[in-house]
């Protein structure tokens, strides 16, 4: 758990320095006054990357760096984004007197994040729902986070040739044989992962909703488990329709989650509530699912959340949320002081 920080030309945060509760912390004050900022510092010096943002956007405007310093019970962590000879942001870590440019997985103290665009986790973009699932694995599974963004650059190497005729077919063929073996890993492990949040998501759900719906994730790739790289190496090997459009058209980039409920798909007939429901399940699984593997619990980071939810939410929210050091950001501290008692922190931004 984080004791204090401290932000030196962190965004909107000059020279500021925060006390900080072992269990909840309620962050209050108005819109642009540097809540979501103090959140996104908490990521950041936790996890070492922001989920809304380029390095550079986290140098306050007119600096030519930015420090986070945080303590815990048994480290000192910090964190300084500078620039390089190439004007690029360099960032480098120093726990405990041990230097590094980015966090190893035993370094990464893990976080859960619910914030409004969450919402529309299950009804808007498929990259959204694939990031959902790989945040997880990033924080629990050793090399996941190297695997996937390997990936993600060879994918995009491959279309750089595609988009460049002629295309050398010795070139492709090594991309695609690196795409095919790292792809069926991702797909395995985002398998195992949809496997565990199946046995979990219905009981989560009824307990909030006090209703009987049964839900499920399914997960959707043109190529199923058995001789998975090399049904995508065969598919790959064709890419006239990938030179056509001018990217990948095939692997676990182009995957999609669904979910269903009482066995028809979430979109179609959900509610309001009901998809506001899923939600906050599957953010409450996730915490769930990280403390299980890696035993340890999750720091929780909820930006503007408790308005979107109604008063149930907000008590189930309330009741699952005090096992664990938690941030909750709000611009009407009556919405959510009520929901605990006084031993919770109040920080209020200006």
């Known amino acids: ?29 108005q819109n642009g006054s540097g809540k979501t900022n103090l959140l996104e ?19 306050t405007i007119g600096s030519t760096w930015s420090k986070i310093e945080a303590h815990t019970e048994d480290q000192t962590r910090e964190l300084k984004i500078t620039y390089n000879q190439e004007n690029k942001p360099v960032k480098n870590f120093i726990i405990n007197t041990y230097p590094s440019s980015r966090l190893k997985l035993e370094q ?41 963004n ?14 460049n005729p002629p295309i050398n077919i010795h070139s492709i063929f090594a991309w695609n044989v690196q795409l095919s073996e790292m792809g069926g890993k991702i797909y395995r492990d985002r398998q195992e992962l949809v496997g565990i949040i199946n046995k979990q998501i219905t009981d989560i759900y009824r307990t909030i909703s006090k209703n009987k719906e049964t839900i499920e994730l399914k997960y959707l790739s043109n ?13 790959l090997e064709d890419f006239s329709q990938d030179q056509l459009r001018g990217h990948t058209l095939h692997g676990p980039h182009r995957d999609d989650i669904k979910v269903y409920i009482n066995s028809s798909e979430f979109g179609t007939v959900a509610s309001r509530g009901e998809t506001r429901t899923t939600i906050l399940a599957l953010k409450l699984i996730e915490a769930k699912i990280i403390e299980d593997l890696i035993e ?16 149930q939410r907000r008590k189930l929210l309330t009741a699952k949320i005090k096992d664990y050091q938690s941030f909750i950001t709000t611009t009407d501290a009556d919405v959510v002081i009520g929901h605990f008692d006084k031993t919770a922190k109040i920080i209020i931004t200006q």
């Open 296 to 311: 340890k619990k999750p720091i929780l980071l909820l930006d503007d959340v408790f308005g979107e939810l109604d008063q």
């Open 150 to 163: 390997k990936y993600k650059r060879v994918v995009t190497q491959r279309n750089n040739l595609l988009k």
């Open 108 to 148: 990464i103290i893990p976080t859960v994040l619910f914030e409004p665009n969450h919402l529309q986790l299950l009804t808007g973009s498929p990259e959204a729902r694939r990031e959902y699932l790989d945040d997880i694995l990033i924080q629990t599974k050793p090399g996941y986070k190297q695997l996937i």
């Open 1 to 29: 758990m984080i004791t204090d920080i401290h932000l030196q030309n962190f965004r909107s945060y000059k020279d500021n320095s925060f006390d900080i509760s072992p269990g909840v912390n309620i962050i209050i004050g």
């Open 223 to 235: 190529f199923d488990v058995n001789n998975y790289e090399t049904k995508l190496l065969k598919a």
């Open 41 to 59: 510092s908490i990521m950041m010096i936790t996890k070492g990357s922001s989920y809304r943002a380029k390095d550079q956007h986290l140098i």
